[in-house]
Each structure stands twice: as structure tokens, then as C-alpha cells.
């Protein structure tokens, strides 16, 4: 029996193991440490990887630790996103910190690795760790809680081996505790399932399930398992959950899963692509904020010109009437002063066809839940920049947010493509948004970013007080509105503006319908499709305006168009 404590013991770090990044002991006998933990066993395909830092300091003096992250696509390099976090750790206390590290933008089309390098330093020492996974070109993401991974991981992973040519191999899921969610939608942002018990579902903290709430309103999918067949409503989920899916599965006599049944349901029951998939192959080609932005052609006859004319002077002309025979010493003096003015020239030319800053495009969809007391706006922002020369590459995210570069249709502009997938990006929360560097905008190049968030808003399309008409708190104008009733019949309406009640005009649908789908066309793949699931709806309205605030990025970007498509049910005041 004296050996069954330290076996217990044992055991329980192995089973632990795989969340476990690293434990640094500082001084044996205060036990003095530093654990690093990562909430779910392996990385999203993208997005962000939820870690906790516990310092344990009983010591009488304070302790900083310093914990830089790289996360790669592949271990031999590719493209890089860096994040560094301090930690303050006061003598005498135990510090518990949760950090959101950012994962590597997905640019490639076949099997991917996702590589995340931490390295300690500070005062308590230093050590290094690193988690991996993979992934095929259309294998999901999926979370799965702990009871139902401990039982089913095995069998998910022989099943998806067995049915999906692009398996990465490795787990076919990511394991988490209920109890240890995290409280931010951003930390499942990179994950398309997340799959738990109904026991899970109504035991986790309140900010652990309103985070999926969020998660779940910007195109996640929820499968819960029950024995006693709940409803929506009895679990707390509205009916309608904007842009994702709820499904609620029977549970059998046991915890064991049909394995063939999940995986299929989990790859091949939606026509919405993964993550991974979208981010791939939706910005290649036929993207149409893409194909809307004007081409522009480079001037190669104006730097050919500056180029001969640059070889004539610094050749003969310099060397046979600058510094003719007798004093060729000039060319010491000449030269240097030819190849200056020259590269003013080209400069000067350069600036002249490109200019300073950019311009771009972008095109939001944008969700606003009626009740539930939620007050907050769910975006989907997609944008496209050429810029000229850059003075900065630095930038502010304004609000937390997963935002990522997209490979584009590859031209002599685009630095990020089919071909072209190296790049270094730094991207670092600081709690009220990001800070972003590196690739992100090049000078005299084009780029498109991709970018989800959550805002606060009282904004809303609701009732007007004993009358039939509407009435908007959009702190902006709106340039067309479609309702379509409980009874399926649509109206619309134009020029609404804040606080004013407006009147609704009767239409037939196959007026609304060609616009609706207009409007559609404009996104991407994946936010066409999210889309397609909120325009049907009966009591909710589509809205367009050109004046809602946008996400902000790079300052130096002048946003010649901004739309956005606003989705939502009608408020009661």
C-alpha cells in the first residue's frame, strides 16, 4: 500500500502529460515553479491555442517570466506568426495568467502541419517545448470533451484514417475539460465542431458557454450527445443561432459513439467547408472583392528610360567627358554622383507611379441577434489592399479578433499565393485587441486578410412603439432594407435613417430575390454560405449601408469602398 500513493501519482502525470508544455522548477525547497499548460491537447489547423501559466513563486523576491511562441506550418520554416507574453509573478503569491497564443496562417492545399515552438527565459530559467499537429486538406478541426474522448479517440482516429484520403494522421480530435474552458470565443475560433455531452454542456462556467455562444454565431457547429433527448430551450441554446448549427444526437446505453456516423457527420454532413479548406481555396480565384479591385499595370518603359540613359552617362559620357583622359581621378567623384542622382530618379519614379499608403476594398457580413440581452454584432470582414511604399509596418487590431492573410490568385502584386506562402507575422493580444507587424501589408504589393471578431453594440431593427412601422438604432444610415415576415412575404425599404420610424413596401419575391443574391455573390466561399443560412429567415431583415464602421487595420490603407451586410431578427423596445 505505501507504493500506491506515488503509483497514483504516476499515473495521473502520464494521463496528463499530453496537456502538460512544460514544468520548470525554480528552487526544490520553497517549490518554487512555473507550469505551462495547454487547455486542449492539440492546436486548431488556425486561430488561436489556449494556454495556462500557473507561478507558483515562495520566494521573497519577485520573478518575471518571459514565454516567446512560433508557430510554423511545417518544422523546417515556411511561414512564421510570433507572440511573446510577461509575466509578473509578486513574491509570495501564486499568479495564474491565460494566454491566447496565435497560430500560423494556413497556405498550404495538401497536408499541413501545425508547429508551435514556446521558449521560457526570465528570471526562473529557461526551457523549451513544443506541441504539433496535422492535418489534411479537408479534415476539420473538432474538439471533443474528455468523457467522450477517453472512450471513442481510439476508434474516431481508425474510422477517419480509413474514410479520408487527406487524414494527417496523429488524432483525429482535440480533448478539453469542461470544467477548464476557456472564457474566449477567440480560443475555438480555428476549430469547425465542437463535440460534448449535455452534462457538459450545462456544467461549465457561464463564460466558457457564452464564449461558444459567440463561437457558435460566427459559423460553429455544436453537436451535444443526450440521453434524455433535451431540447434547445431546455439547454439554454436559442433557436436561432445566426451563421452556425446546433445538433442535438441520442446518446446510447453507453458513452461509446457510433464512430462511422460521427466522422461522417462531422466531414461530409454540411456543404459548409472547413476552415482550413476555406482560408485555402476560397481567395485563389473567382474571389470578388478580389476581381472588383482595378488592376494596375507597371510602368517598365519610364525605368527602362532612367536605366539607359543611367548607362550612358556613368559609361562613355562619364569616362570620355567627365574624367577624359588625364583626369581620371574624377570617376571617383563622378560615379558616385551619377548613381546617386539615379537612384533618386528611380526613387522619385517609383513614388510618383505608387505613391504613399494604399487603397483597398473590404465587404463585412455582420449578425445582430434580436433579444437574449447579448448587445453584441458578430462580423465576418474580408479586405484587399494594393499599396504603394509603406513607412510603417506596425499596425493596430482595434478589437480581439482572428485575423489572418489569405493566399490570393497569384500576379506580379500578390506576395502571399498558390506559390508564394512564406512570410513572417507577429501578432500579439494585448487584451483590449492586437498588435500586429511583419508581412501583414508590403510596400508596392497586394493583400488580402480575412478577419472575424465580436463588438458591442445596442444597434438594432426593432418595433416602433404602437405602430406598424420599424424603427433602426444604428448609429449610421441605411441604404436598403428587406424584411421578410413570419408569413414569408417580403418588404423593403430605403434611406432609413437613425431614430426615424419607417414604413415597409410590400414586394413580390422575385423582385427581392435577384438583389439578395447580388448581395451574396460579393463574399467569399465560406461567407456566401454562412450567408445563404441567415437570408432565409422569417421575422429578420437584410440591411446594406456603406457608413457602418469597419474593423480597422493598417492606418496607412485608404478605404475607397466599405460595405456592410447586416443579418438579424427584429427587436421588441
Given at each position: 500500500?505505501?507504493?500506491?500513493?506515488?503509483?497514483?501519482?504516476?499515473?495521473?502525470?502520464?494521463?496528463?502529460?499530453?496537456?502538460?508544455?512544460?514544468?520548470?522548477?525554480?528552487?526544490?525547497?520553497?517549490?518554487?515553479?512555473?507550469?505551462?499548460?495547454?487547455?486542449?491537447?492539440?492546436?486548431?489547423?488556425?486561430?488561436?491555442?489556449?494556454?495556462?501559466?500557473?507561478?507558483?513563486?515562495?520566494?521573497?523576491?519577485?520573478?518575471?517570466?518571459?514565454?516567446?511562441?512560433?508557430?510554423?506550418?511545417?518544422?523546417?520554416?515556411?511561414?512564421?506568426?510570433?507572440?511573446?507574453?510577461?509575466?509578473?509573478?509578486?513574491?509570495?503569491?501564486?499568479?495564474?495568467?491565460?494566454?491566447?497564443?496565435?497560430?500560423?496562417?494556413?497556405a498550404d492545399t495538401y497536408q499541413s502541419s501545425v508547429y508551435l515552438k514556446v521558449e521560457m527565459a526570465g528570471t526562473m530559467g529557461t526551457?523549451?517545448?513544443?506541441?504539433?499537429?496535422?492535418?489534411?486538406?479537408?479534415?476539420?478541426?473538432?474538439?471533443?470533451?474528455?468523457?467522450?474522448?477517453?472512450?471513442?479517440?481510439?476508434?474516431?482516429?481508425?474510422?477517419?484514417?480509413?474514410?479520408?484520403?487527406?487524414?494527417?494522421?496523429?488524432?483525429?480530435?482535440?480533448?478539453?475539460?469542461?470544467?477548464?474552458?476557456?472564457?474566449?470565443?477567440?480560443?475555438?475560433?480555428?476549430?469547425?465542431?465542437?463535440?460534448?455531452?449535455?452534462?457538459?454542456?450545462?456544467?461549465?462556467?457561464?463564460?466558457?458557454?457564452?464564449?461558444?455562444?459567440?463561437?457558435?454565431?460566427?459559423?460553429?457547429?455544436?453537436?451535444?450527445?443526450?440521453?434524455?433527448?433535451?431540447?434547445?430551450?431546455?439547454?439554454?441554446?436559442?433557436?436561432?443561432?445566426?451563421?452556425?448549427?446546433?445538433?442535438?444526437?441520442?446518446?446510447?446505453?453507453?458513452?461509446?459513439?457510433?464512430?462511422?456516423?460521427?466522422?461522417?457527420?462531422?466531414?461530409?454532413?454540411?456543404?459548409?467547408?472547413?476552415?482550413?479548406?476555406?482560408?485555402?481555396?476560397?481567395?485563389?480565384?473567382?474571389?470578388?472583392?478580389?476581381?472588383?479591385?482595378?488592376q494596375k499595370e507597371f510602368r517598365y518603359f519610364l525605368f527602362v528610360i532612367v536605366l539607359l540613359i543611367f548607362g550612358v552617362l556613368v559609361?562613355?559620357?562619364?569616362?570620355?567627358?567627365?574624367?577624359?583622359?588625364?583626369?581620371?581621378?574624377?570617376?571617383?567623384?563622378?560615379?558616385?554622383?551619377?548613381?546617386?542622382?539615379?537612384?533618386?530618379?528611380?526613387?522619385?519614379?517609383?513614388?510618383?507611379?505608387?505613391?504613399?499608403?494604399?487603397?483597398?476594398?473590404?465587404?463585412?457580413?455582420?449578425?445582430?441577434?434580436?433579444?437574449?440581452?447579448?448587445?453584441?454584432?458578430?462580423?465576418?470582414?474580408?479586405?484587399?489592399?494594393?499599396?504603394?511604399?509603406?513607412?510603417?509596418?506596425?499596425?493596430?487590431?482595434?478589437?480581439?479578433?482572428?485575423?489572418?492573410?489569405?493566399?490570393?490568385?497569384?500576379?506580379?502584386?500578390?506576395?502571399?499565393?498558390?506559390?508564394?506562402?512564406?512570410?513572417?507575422?507577429?501578432?500579439?493580444?494585448?487584451?483590449?485587441?492586437?498588435?500586429?507587424?511583419?508581412?501583414?501589408?508590403?510596400?508596392?504589393?497586394?493583400?488580402?486578410?480575412?478577419?472575424?471578431?465580436?463588438?458591442?453594440?445596442?444597434?438594432?431593427?426593432?418595433?416602433?412603439?404602437?405602430?406598424?412601422?420599424?424603427?433602426?438604432?444604428?448609429?449610421?444610415?441605411?441604404?436598403?432594407?428587406?424584411?421578410?415576415?413570419?408569413?414569408?412575404?417580403?418588404?423593403?425599404?430605403?434611406?432609413?435613417?437613425?431614430?426615424?420610424?419607417?414604413?415597409?413596401?410590400?414586394?413580390?419575391?422575385?423582385?427581392?430575390?435577384?438583389?439578395?443574391?447580388?448581395?451574396?455573390?460579393?463574399?467569399?466561399?465560406?461567407?456566401?454560405?454562412?450567408?445563404?443560412?441567415?437570408?432565409?429567415?422569417?421575422?429578420?431583415?437584410?440591411?446594406?449601408?456603406?457608413?457602418?464602421?469597419?474593423i480597422e487595420t493598417h492606418p496607412g490603407i485608404r478605404w475607397q469602398e466599405s460595405r456592410t451586410i447586416i443579418t438579424g431578427g427584429i427587436?421588441?423596445?
Amino acid at each position: 500500500m505505501r507504493f500506491l500513493a506515488p503509483l497514483l501519482f504516476l499515473l495521473t502525470a502520464i494521463a496528463s502529460a499530453q496537456e502538460q508544455m512544460m514544468r520548470k522548477v525554480h528552487e526544490v525547497k520553497t517549490d518554487t515553479h512555473v507550469e505551462v499548460t495547454s487547455l486542449f491537447s492539440k492546436p486548431s489547423a488556425e486561430g488561436y491555442f489556449p494556454v495556462r501559466v500557473k507561478v507558483a513563486n515562495n520566494q521573497k523576491q519577485g520573478h518575471l517570466i518571459r514565454l516567446t511562441f512560433t508557430a510554423t506550418g511545417r518544422y523546417d520554416g515556411g511561414t512564421r506568426t510570433a507572440s511573446e507574453f510577461t509575466i509578473n509573478a509578486p513574491p509570495g503569491k501564486v499568479t495564474t495568467r491565460d494566454l491566447l497564443v496565435p497560430l500560423n496562417p494556413v497556405a498550404d492545399t495538401y497536408q499541413s502541419s501545425v508547429y508551435l515552438k514556446v521558449e521560457m527565459a526570465g528570471t526562473m530559467g529557461t526551457q523549451t517545448h513544443s506541441v504539433s499537429a496535422d492535418y489534411g486538406a479537408d479534415q476539420p478541426s473538432v474538439l471533443l470533451s474528455e468523457p467522450l474522448f477517453s472512450v471513442n479517440a481510439s476508434r474516431l482516429d481508425s474510422e477517419a484514417a480509413s474514410v479520408m484520403s487527406s487524414f494527417g494522421g496523429g488524432s483525429f480530435t482535440s480533448k478539453f475539460d469542461p470544467g477548464q474552458l476557456p472564457d474566449n470565443w477567440l480560443a475555438f475560433s480555428g476549430f469547425d465542431a465542437v463535440v460534448m455531452l449535455d452534462s457538459d454542456w450545462t456544467s461549465m462556467p457561464a463564460g466558457s458557454r457564452n464564449a461558444l455562444f459567440s463561437w457558435l454565431r460566427l459559423g460553429g457547429h455544436l453537436v451535444i450527445y443526450s440521453s434524455s433527448s433535451p431540447s434547445k430551450a431546455s439547454l439554454g441554446i436559442p433557436d436561432d443561432t445566426s451563421f452556425g448549427t446546433v445538433d442535438i444526437q441520442s446518446l446510447p446505453g453507453s458513452l461509446t459513439l457510433n464512430a462511422t456516423d460521427l466522422v461522417a457527420h462531422l466531414t461530409t454532413g454540411s456543404s459548409l467547408k472547413t476552415h482550413r479548406y476555406a482560408m485555402v481555396g476560397d481567395f485563389d480565384s473567382g474571389w470578388s472583392l478580389f476581381n472588383s479591385f482595378p488592376q494596375k499595370e507597371f510602368r517598365y518603359f519610364l525605368f527602362v528610360i532612367v536605366l539607359l540613359i543611367f548607362g550612358v552617362l556613368v559609361g562613355p559620357i562619364n569616362l570620355f567627358v567627365f574624367a577624359k583622359s588625364g583626369r581620371r581621378h574624377l570617376l571617383f567623384i563622378t560615379t558616385p554622383i551619377i548613381s546617386l542622382g539615379a537612384s533618386v530618379i528611380l526613387i522619385a519614379l517609383i513614388l510618383f507611379q505608387d505613391g504613399f499608403g494604399g487603397d483597398g476594398k473590404r465587404l463585412a457580413l455582420m449578425e445582430v441577434p434580436a433579444g437574449n440581452g447579448e448587445n453584441a454584432a458578430f462580423i465576418l470582414q474580408e479586405q484587399v489592399s494594393r499599396t504603394g511604399v509603406l513607412t510603417r509596418a506596425n499596425f493596430p487590431v482595434e478589437v480581439p479578433s482572428f485575423f489572418s492573410p489569405v493566399p490570393m490568385e497569384e500576379n506580379r502584386w500578390t506576395r502571399f499565393n498558390d506559390n508564394e506562402t512564406d512570410g513572417n507575422y507577429s501578432l500579439q493580444p494585448d487584451g483590449s485587441g492586437l498588435s500586429a507587424s511583419g508581412d501583414w501589408f508590403q510596400s508596392r504589393s497586394m493583400q488580402g486578410q480575412t478577419i472575424a471578431t465580436v463588438v458591442p453594440t445596442r444597434g438594432r431593427i426593432e418595433r416602433a412603439a404602437g405602430s406598424s412601422e420599424l424603427l433602426s438604432t444604428f448609429g449610421f444610415p441605411i441604404e436598403k432594407l428587406f424584411y421578410r415576415d413570419a408569413q414569408g412575404q417580403w418588404f423593403r425599404a430605403e434611406s432609413v435613417e437613425t431614430g426615424k420610424p419607417f414604413a415597409l413596401t410590400s414586394v413580390d419575391e422575385s423582385l427581392i430575390r435577384p438583389e439578395i443574391d447580388s448581395l451574396q455573390s460579393g463574399f467569399s466561399r465560406r461567407n456566401s454560405m454562412l450567408f445563404e443560412r441567415a437570408r432565409e429567415r422569417k421575422d429578420h431583415f437584410i440591411a446594406v449601408t456603406g457608413a457602418a464602421p469597419a474593423i480597422e487595420t493598417h492606418p496607412g490603407i485608404r478605404w475607397q469602398e466599405s460595405r456592410t451586410i447586416i443579418t438579424g431578427g427584429i427587436a421588441t423596445p
